[in-house]
């Protein structure tokens, strides 16, 4: 069965640092993979997605992830976080032969210091 | 559109009862998925629903549940509630599941206190 890890569970940034979130999977056949963010007081939302093609996904608000196989890795990127930012951060997978079973990971917190 | 719609928002129940959430998904949306959300445990699948039918399952106990009606609207029902049960309750509807269209949409949440 597929699983995720997010190990930082809380990062701690000023605001124009620069931001990189790991997520590593469990799986060894072929994967879709998303983040999805939680802002204080609302639902979860869609970030950006992996299916195929170029490894290097943009999504919304400045953010990117990039797939490395090889490394089982799709770590969120951005290269000047703000305030607005702060919010928590869910890495998820699913796979191929079952792809609507989409599993999380534990999440991680980004606290951004005006 | 109107989003995902779950009640109740609260609900405080005691060991042993049972309890039964509602999600409502958005409209033309055929899949809807249940997680539990803990402190500390992120996100944990509990099972998705297409058709009325379950296509995926989560390892939680036979304790909780699920259906799903001709509507798409979903039901989970946890019985015999433990104090470890007590949890934020996320339902997600999509188009046809998560990852045809890469997107869930997900609901505020049904927050539930075991004492």
């Known amino acids: 069965a597929q699983s995720v890890s997010q190990h930082n569970h809380h990062v701690i940034l000023s605001e124009a640092a620069s931001l990189e979130l790991g997520c590593n999977y469990s799986y060894g056949g072929t994967v879709n993979l998303f983040w999805y963010v939680q802002y204080p007081g609302q639902h979860l939302q869609l970030l950006l997605k992996?299916?195929?093609?170029?490894?290097l996904v943009k999504g919304i608000k400045g953010f990117e992830a990039e797939f490395i196989k090889s490394k089982f890795s799709f770590n969120l990127r951005k290269p000047s976080v703000q305030w607005s930012d702060t919010a928590e951060y869910f890495c998820a997978v699913s796979t191929y032969s079952s792809a609507s079973k989409i599993i999380f990971g534990s999440g991680t917190r980004l606290s951004i210091r005006p | 559109k109107a989003g995902v719609t779950q009640t109740p928002r609260y609900l405080i129940k005691t060991r042993g009862q049972q309890v039964t959430l509602s999600c409502s998904p958005i409209?033309?949306?055929?899949?809807v998925s249940w997680y539990q959300q803990t402190p500390g445990q992120g996100l944990q699948f509990l099972f998705e629903?297409?058709?009325?039918?379950?296509?995926n399952k989560g390892n939680f106990p036979g304790r909780f549940s699920g259906r799903q009606f001709s509507n798409s609207r979903s039901e989970m029902n946890v019985s015999t509630l433990e104090l470890g049960d007590s949890a934020l309750y996320l339902c997600a509807s999509s188009l046809e599941g998560g990852s045809n269209t890469g997107e869930l949409f997900f609901g505020e949440g049904s927050r539930l206190t075991v004492l």
């Open positions: 629903y297409f058709s009325e039918t379950q296509r």
């Open positions: 992996y299916f195929s093609g170029d490894p």
């Open positions: 409209s033309g949306h055929r899949s």
